[in-house]
């Protein structure tokens, strides 16, 4: 019998497009394939397999009451909200998977599943708590988003939510074009903090044409960004057409797909230029995560700065010439081997111990001793130690108030080694992850389940920092 | 503070009064209704909250 699957992609363009090669995969597992997306962003599924059945959330019609009438507005609004979503209810679906990690997802999921039983992702438990019932999500809350240390991809947590495996071929969205424009630039992003100078791309382009006068160049971006086309400076001599705000989302895929390159900071026309195989370079700030959202297109490469002023438009040009004659990279900081396979590091040397920890704690990498730790390490031995000791004595006497009181002093221990050992900040996340997703629970479980936490973490620290034997911390 | 804002204030204000005469037992469809209003109110005031709020 065919399984029945509802998505939850209640984010942005940019992450529709990411959840594509999921859709597919599931598809080719032989499920039928459902997704809820905001009608405002529901332009970003036009392209999808006509199988996949997309569903609107209303949001404007849903909130319309609460803004405009005087009587009753609550009651209207969550009519509406009941309305648009009893079409879902009554699909009956086998499983439902949220992947769009917010807040209003997770109460979402609730309603159209409230045992959750068949939901994976963001939820809730019965008595309204938050619950998250798969490790990949657990990670995503604990590790994923900017100031973290993670290096999977969106595209691939979002594959391990959904329990499916990716090919190449599920990033394919179409036959290959033939290739009528050499590079697009787009020129804005989703937020000013990711975005570039119009007196950059002038140079940029000054550059393009210096090097390769006969080059058929185009500019994209939203019509929004139309004001920044505007002020970008096209030498008359050079073949620069300006597409900003003239294409719909499916005319932008398709100008995409039959380019050589697109360049651009990260934004949504990376995502689609993944899925018509274009290769991009991605030049990524300290303001995003390229390791979470960069391209995936096969041969696609990621500068990085710190800040957008840190960019040269000699440097952006020579490498966008370097991938169009299919030259290996001086710049790029990674490189995409395939859409499933992702990055080969070319030159990132980036909090590599984080990332190790991010890999020990959530991924089964043998721990080995660190040096140059130990006092840290010890510190956090110190601090579980603590919390194993009052987790004995709650085991024994739930209610001893001042276990309790020194328990919830733990946390404030372990935020404050977080904070003055940014490293420590991976095990903080763990171990508040985990206590989070023991969800609703009597006082006894939840002992014994916060008992087995600090237990785990101390192995971890005796694996990493073996040279100082716990002393009296043990309790079974 | 704008027309919008104003609007979005006086919404968000309804829900919470809402919620509070709800929040009493676990959660029902109605008051998981109302925090998806809260949600919706609050993205569209760019006042989201980064991590869902726990209870």
């Known amino acids: 019998m065919t399984k029945k699957i509802l998505i939850l992609q209640l984010a942005r363009l940019g992450d529709i497009y990411q959840t594509w090669p999921i859709l597919n995969a599931l598809q080719r597992g032989g499920a039928e394939v459902h997704m809820l997306v905001r009608e405002r962003y529901a332009e970003a599924c036009l392209g999808l397999d006509p199988s996949i059945k997309v569903h609107k959330l209303f949001s404007k019609n849903i909130l319309e009451p609460l803004f405009l009438e005087p009587n009753e507005a609550v009651e209207k609004s969550q009519a509406r909200l009941a309305e648009n979503l009893q079409p879902l209810i009554d699909e009956s679906y086998d499983e439902i998977i949220n992947l769009s990690f917010s807040p209003l997802s997770s109460y979402l999921s609730y309603l159209l599943d409230p045992e959750g039983n068949s939901t994976k992702g963001y939820g809730r438990f019965l008595d309204g708590s938050f619950a998250i019932k798969d490790w990949p999500s657990a990670y995503f809350f604990s590790q994923v988003g900017i100031g973290s240390y993670n290096r999977l991809h969106l595209v691939d947590l979002l594959a391990m939510i959904s329990d499916v495996t990716l090919s190449d071929e599920d990033f394919s969205s179409r036959p290959s074009a033939e290739k009528e424009i050499d590079i697009l630039l787009h020129i804005g992003a989703s937020q000013p903090n990711k975005r570039l100078e119009p007196h950059f791309w002038s140079q940029v382009i000054q550059l393009l044409e210096a090097g390769r006068p006969s080059f058929k160049i185009g500019l994209i971006g939203s019509l929004g960004e139309k004001g920044i086309a505007e002020e970008v400076q096209v030498p008359l001599s050079f073949r620069v057409d300006n597409y900003v705000g003239q294409t719909s989302l499916p005319e932008l895929m398709d100008l995409i797909g039959k380019s050589k390159l697109v360049v651009g900071a990260d934004s949504a026309p990376m995502h689609m230029a993944t899925l018509t195989g274009t290769p991009c370079l991605n030049l990524s700030m300290s303001s995003v995560n390229f390791w979470e959202t960069g391209p995936r297109s096969q041969g696609s490469r990621v500068l990085w700065r710190s800040q957008a002023t840190d960019y040269s438009p000699r440097e952006v040009s020579e490498e966008a010439l370097r991938m169009i004659d299919h030259l290996a990279s001086e710049e790029a900081v990674v490189e995409c081997v395939s859409a499933a396979a992702g990055y080969k590091i070319l030159q990132w040397q980036q909090n590599e111990i984080e990332w190790d920890l991010i890999k020990i704690f959530y991924f089964d990498k043998k721990a080995d001793p660190y040096s140059g730790y130990e006092k840290v390490f010890s510190s956090l031995r110190e601090i579980n130690q603590l919390a194993l000791e009052q987790l004995h004595i709650l085991s024994e006497s739930p209610q001893q108030a001042t276990a309790i009181k020194i328990y919830g002093q733990v946390e404030e221990l372990l935020d404050s080694l977080g904070r003055l050992v940014p490293p420590m900040q991976v095990i903080v996340r763990w171990i508040s992850v985990q206590k989070i997703a023991i969800g609703p629970a009597p006082v006894d479980v939840l002992v014994q389940s916060h008992k087995m936490i600090h237990e785990d973490l101390e192995r971890y620290i005796s694996d990493l920092c073996p040279s100082q034997p716990l002393q009296g911390v043990m309790h079974d | ?55």
């Open chain 2, 1 to 55: 503070m704008d027309n919008l804002e104003q609007h979005l204030a006086k919404a968000l204000q309804r829900i919470e009064k809402a919620i509070e005469q709800q929040k009493k037992t676990d959660l029902k469809k109605e008051e998981a209704m109302l925090w998806v209003l809260k949600e919706m109110i609050l993205e569209q005031n760019d006042k989201k909250n980064s991590h869902p709020p726990t209870r």
